[in-house]
């Protein structure tokens, strides 16, 4: 999906309507911008109410081949 918002002179932006309803965003929610200086991109996303909930579980497809134990009790050993 593409579409095209205008920057007024007062640097306000109209957030397309589509968007809106899609991301479900309401009046007052807050708006995290992020700008990506490699691919010069600017990324939008609503800040959540609890990080720790968005972010809990990441990553975890890294261990679905791994005995978490023998990992641990490997790493352990290599201390000594």
Same mark, same amino acid.
């Given at each position: 999906?593409?579409?095209?918002?205008?920057?007024? !002179?007062?640097?306000?932006?109209?957030?397309?309507?589509?968007?809106?309803?899609?991301?479900?965003?309401?009046?007052?929610? !807050?708006?995290?911008?992020?700008?990506?200086?490699?691919?010069?991109?600017?990324?939008?996303?609503?800040?959540?109410?609890?990080?720790?909930?968005?972010?809990?579980?990441?990553?975890?497809?890294?261990? *679905?081949?791994? *005995?978490? *134990?023998?990992?641990?009790? !490997?790493?352990? !050993?290599?201390?000594?």
């Amino acid at each position: 999906m593409s579409l095209i918002s205008k920057l007024n !002179e007062d640097r306000s932006l109209k957030i397309p309507e589509e968007i809106l309803k899609k991301a479900g965003l309401r009046p007052g929610a !807050e708006i995290i911008w992020l700008y990506d200086e490699e691919t010069r991109q600017i990324l939008l996303m609503e800040k959540p109410d609890s990080f720790a909930k968005v972010m809990r579980g990441l990553g975890k497809e890294l261990w *679905n081949n791994i *005995n978490t *134990n023998e990992y641990i009790k !490997e790493e352990r !050993e290599s201390w000594e």
